[in-house]
């Protein structure tokens, strides 16, 4: 029972130690600086092409916008991902839309592959208004071993400008940045 007791105390000491070791040279707050903001990124809705049984959307594939301004020129990038279901083995190649009669192949800029695969391809300023004014648009993906267009429906279209044009509005309105650097 004594070595119990004595154990204990000698715990308790250690501990209280401890405490006052530790807590005798600290701040009350300590402030760590934020990294520098260099972009803002923006991410508009999804539009899923594939339908089931024609009547419920399917999960994948699904396209949206993406917008970065890069805080210290100001300079807006649009990009147009294609997010792939975890199904497609073959390598992607690249995207490309038809707004009217008239084909873009986008530059692919980047492939993401996490869960599922998710393509980003670059859109030129020329093309934001042509997709705004186009009432026939077709998405078209292309890997390794075959090409799948998706011809968009009226609704699709509609919600497909939509989503550019929230996401032109939502990143042009967003205030810059102030950017510290130490």
Do not use: H
Request: charged share 20%.
């Amino acid at each position: 029972m004594e070595r119990i007791f004595s154990l204990t105390r000698i715990s308790s000491i250690f501990l209280l130690f401890l405490v006052l070791v530790s807590c005798s040279g600290s701040k009350a707050f300590v402030v760590t600086p934020e990294p520098t903001l260099e972009q803002q990124t923006a991410i508009s809705k999804d539009i899923c092409m594939q339908k089931y049984l024609w009547l419920f959307s399917g999960k994948r594939p699904c396209v949206y916008f993406k917008a970065e301004r890069d805080n210290s020129t100001g300079a807006i990038n649009y990009f147009l991902l294609y997010e792939i279901g975890t199904f497609d083995v073959d390598i992607p190649i690249g995207v490309s839309l038809k707004l009217g009669e008239t084909w873009y192949n986008l530059k692919k800029t980047n492939t993401d592959y996490s869960d599922t695969i998710i393509v980003t391809s670059a859109l030129t300023q020329d093309m934001l208004p042509k997709i705004g004014e186009n009432q026939n648009i077709t998405i078209s993906y292309t890997n390794r071993k075959e090409t799948i267009n998706y011809q968009l429906n009226g609704d699709q279209t509609a919600k497909f400008q939509s989503n550019l044009s929230k996401l032109i509005r939502v990143i042009e309105s967003e205030p810059k940045l102030n950017i510290n650097k130490r």
